[in-house]
C-alpha cells in the first residue's frame, strides 16, 4: 500500500463528495470526514481485507474497483464494485460476524477511515446518521427490485405472542405489543412511547390497500392483528401480526416501491415518518439500532446476490 498525493484537507473532501452515500453533506461535514481520513492505495490483486477479519476502517474508493467474494457452502461468489463507492459500511454497522473478503481488481485509490472515528462523528453530527439511513433505504429497496425471487416475509410475533388482541387498546396495552414487535425489540420504553403514543390502531378491512406503489412515504405501519400482503410488482411476500411495514423505506429518497393490501380485517399502529426521524435525532442509540437494522437487510441483499450468481453456475 502507498499514501496517495491527496495532502489537501479541500482535495480531499472533494474526494468524498463524489461519494454517492455522501451526496448532498454539508461541506463543514465533508471536511471533518476528510480530517479524519488516511490515503491508501491498492495494487491490482492486493488484499484489501481477508475473509472473516474484523472491519476497523471503512474504504471510500474514488477510481480502480473492488472484488467482493462471499463464500456459501464451500464455493465463492465474486462480484465487482467500481468506483465511487464505498467497501465496510454496511458490514461495520450490521456488525456482520464473518464479512468477505475485498480484494483490488484494478489499481484502486481509497481514502479509509477509522470504525471509531466514523462512529464518533455519527453522534456528533446527526445529518450523517441521516444521510447514511437515506442512503442504506435506497440501498434495500433496490436490492428488493433486483432480487424479487429471494423475497420472503417480514418477520413478526412468535408462537407465544400470537393472541387475540383487545377489542380496544390502551397505552400499556398498545407498548406491550409493540415492544415484542421484531423491528421494535429493545427500544427504550420511554422512546417507544413516544413513537405510539399518538396514534389510535386503525381498523384496515380485507381487500383495502395500506399504501400503493408510487405513494409519498409518511409513515411506518406495526400490524397488531392480521395480514397484508405486497401487491407482488417486486416479489411476494406478507406481514402478519408483530410485523412493522414500510420500516426499509421510511428514511428513502424516492416514493413507494410497492403496496401493501390487507388480506384479512386488520389493525395497525402508524408511525409517522417526521417523528421517527426527530427521534433519530435526539436518541443516538436508537439512530444506531436502526441503522443495524438497514444494514442488516443490505447485507442480506448482498448475501442473496452472491447466492444467486453461485447457483447459476
Request: charged share 25%.
Amino acid at each position: 500500500m502507498a499514501r496517495l498525493p491527496l495532502v489537501s484537507p479541500l482535495d480531499r473532501a472533494l474526494f468524498l463528495k463524489a461519494q454517492p452515500y455522501f451526496e448532498g453533506l454539508p461541506p463543514n461535514l465533508l471536511a471533518l470526514l476528510a480530517s479524519h481520513s488516511e490515503e491508501m492505495f491498492f495494487p491490482a490483486g492486493a488484499t484489501v481485507r481477508r475473509a472473516g477479519a474484523a472491519i476497523d476502517t471503512v474504504h471510500f474508493f474514488g477510481s480502480g474497483a473492488l472484488a467482493v467474494e462471499h463464500t456459501i457452502d464451500g464455493r465463492t461468489a465474486s462480484f465487482e464494485v467500481t468506483a465511487p463507492g464505498a467497501i465496510g459500511l454496511a458490514d461495520h454497522f450490521a456488525q456482520t460476524p464473518a464479512p468477505p473478503a475485498i480484494r483490488a481488481r484494478y489499481d484502486t485509490h481509497c481514502l479509509t477511515l477509522s470504525t471509531v472515528d466514523l462512529d464518533q462523528i455519527l453522534e456528533d453530527h446527526f445529518p450523517l446518521m441521516h444521510q447514511f439511513a437515506r442512503a442504506s433505504c435506497d440501498a434495500v429497496v433496490d436490492a428488493r427490485k433486483a432480487l424479487a425471487e429471494f423475497r420472503t416475509d417480514e418477520p413478526g410475533f412468535g408462537a407465544s405472542d400470537l393472541i387475540d388482541t383487545p377489542a380496544t387498546l390502551d397505552l400499556v396495552q398498545r407498548l406491550a405489543r409493540a415492544r415484542r414487535a421484531p423491528f421494535l425489540q429493545g427500544t427504550n420504553l420511554t422512546l417507544l412511547a413516544e413513537l405510539i403514543r399518538l396514534d389510535e390502531p386503525e381498523r384496515i378491512a380485507t381487500g383495502e390497500a395500506l399504501w400503493r406503489e408510487g405513494d409519498p412515504i409518511d409513515r411506518m405501519a406495526l400490524i397488531l392483528d392480521g395480514r397484508f400482503r405486497t401487491e407482488g410488482n417486486f416479489g411476494v411476500a406478507h406481514a402478519g401480526a408483530g410485523a412493522t411495514i414500510g420500516a426499509w423505506e421510511i428514511a428513502a429518497t424516492g416514493s413507494r416501491f410497492e403496496g401493501w393490501v390487507a388480506e384479512a380485517p386488520s389493525r395497525i399502529l402508524s408511525i409517522e415518518r417526521e417523528l421517527f426521524v426527530d427521534l433519530l435525532e435526539d436518541h443516538f442509540e436508537f439512530g444506531q439500532a436502526y441503522l443495524r437494522r438497514l444494514s442488516a437487510q443490505v447485507a442480506l441483499g448482498v448475501r442473496a446476490r452472491a447466492r444467486r450468481m453461485i447457483e447459476g453456475e
